[in-house]
């Protein structure tokens, strides 16, 4: 099955060659979920992209076979083909890949249970009492209805109660209390909705039932400390703080979040149990699909959520359908303040990332000093010549090409877990040796006399090198000790460079599959 699907493939990449080609190699990963694809056509030399072969139907077919064949699910595979007609397919598990973009190449999963602590887990725990009320909240809850039924013209019918006995099981089966306002609520109402509509009453959200609220949190327990993007994505990713700063764990999710309410896209209200320094628990928070870069505070309490909707109801604030109120307000606190393009006359104090792109010319950083919240900083396409700014700045994940490959200023930073470096000199790799958090790093693109050092890097668990750098590293035997994914960079690097080097480095790849033929 596996050598019918590689033929087809081979026929289906040739019949949709452009002319002139010399050579097709395409890649990508296969399984239940999905197919994928990247690659193309070479045409006088070089590399062009004229519309990659459909193929996802014959992807279906090769992974199916190979899940029969070895119980690969999903499966990483790469197809060279030439205009004489001969292919070559290797096939492997996902523990080896294709990265796209940032200078290409294939990346190795040596740990595929790892996962990068999350800086929040290092924050200093809230040791304040809860903001909530159950009894106003109660209050304000019905006089809610009732103003909003004033504005409808009738009352809005809501499922009958929870009993105290359910809410305890319910506490009982997640393993956490709920707030007590939380609690006060369903004592009114079990959520929002009747048949198929909700009424969305919480910020617009659709308030779940108690039985949804327990499902919520049980289905998504193995995500709720952060979904995984992949170390393509993760090895350098930041969660920035929320406003006011140092309430909400800087998490992408966390067990004690407990998701209440849902705009139904992906994104939900949860109420916060255990907040950082300067927040209470029972705070509600804005989190899900649209919040990779952290949470966001929308309130101390429910019972604070609460008197706002009040208020926007006295206001005016809101807008009036047929059968339905929504509120209008403006967005929650945002703690993820970006720039993207280069350094301003005036850095605002609040911010948190700044991708300086295309600069011409050495870039002063020296203004990025006012933002005392710093936590991504990336020079893109763009050279600085001194990292002296960075020394006193939070920043968690750099991105900079070096003019003149000096680290010294980064000597012991306390924040620093990511670091692409870019070189026009020779780089000195010793004072990474005393970042303490340093858990990425991508050399590739610099020039480094003596990599050796990284075996002394006790904390790194991910490392990008090319081709050259890997063979160096690996003939003195200096691999760093706790890696748990590494790239080998370079748009030419095929799969069996990359599974040579997983070897080296401690993978089994003996049982990788390979196909050759000829149409």
Known sequence: MVEQAARRMAEQIVTSAPNGWTRAVLSGRAG??????????????????????????????????????????????????????????????????????????????????????????????????????????????????????????SREELPPPVTAAALDDAERRIGRPLPADLRALYLIADGDGIGYRNLCLIENNAWLSLKSLVAEYTDWREWQERPWFGWDLEWDAVVFDTTPADTVRRCGGHPAWIRFATSEDGNYLAVD????????????????????????????????????????????????????????????????????GGIPEEVPPTLQAIHINDATGIVDLSPLTAAPSLRRLHLNRSTTADLTPVRDLPVESLRVALDDGDLTPLAGHPHLASLRLNTTAPADLNPLATVPNLHGLDLSGAHIPDLTV??????????????????????????????????????????????????????????????????
């Open 32 to 153: 239940r979920g999905g197919s994928g694809m990247t690659g193309g056509y070479t045409v006088s030399g070089t590399r062009a992209h004229p519309g990659l072969p459909e193929m996802h139907s014959l992807l279906m077919e090769l992974a199916e076979g190979i899940r029969n064949d070895r119980g690969w699910e999903p499966v990483s595979w790469e197809m060279d083909c030439r205009p004489s007609g001969e292919y070559r397919l290797v096939t492997f598990t996902e523990a080896v890949g294709r990265v796209t973009g940032r200078g290409g190449g294939y990346e190795v999963v040596l740990d595929p249970d790892y996962r990068l602590p999350q800086p929040g887990l290092r924050q200093t725990a809230g040791t304040a009492a809860p903001a909530g009320d159950p009894e106003l909240a109660a209050t304000r809850f019905r006089t809610y209805l009732e103003r909003r039924a004033a504005i409808l013209g």
């Open 454 to 519: 990284l075996s002394g890097l006790s904390t790194l668990r991910y490392l990008a090198l090319d081709r050259q750098q890997w063979a160096t590293l690996l003939d003195h035997g200096k691999v760093p000790p706790a890696l748990a994914a590494v790239r080998l960079a370079g748009d030419d690097v095929t799969f069996d460079d990359a599974l040579a080097l997983a070897s080296r480095i401690g993978l089994a790849t003996e049982d990788a599959l390979r196909v050759v033929g000829s149409l």
């Open 273 to 340: 149990m255990d907040p950082a320094r300067d927040g209470r628990p029972g705070q509600v928070i804005a989190t899900g699909r649209d919040y990779d870069d952290g949470p966001v505070y929308v309130a101390d309490s429910i019972t604070s959520l609460l008197e706002q909707h009040l208020e926007l109801l006295e206001q005016g604030s809101y807008e009036k359908y047929d059968d339905h109120i929504s509120l209008c307000r403006p967005a929650c606190g945002v703690g993820t303040q970006q720039i993207i």
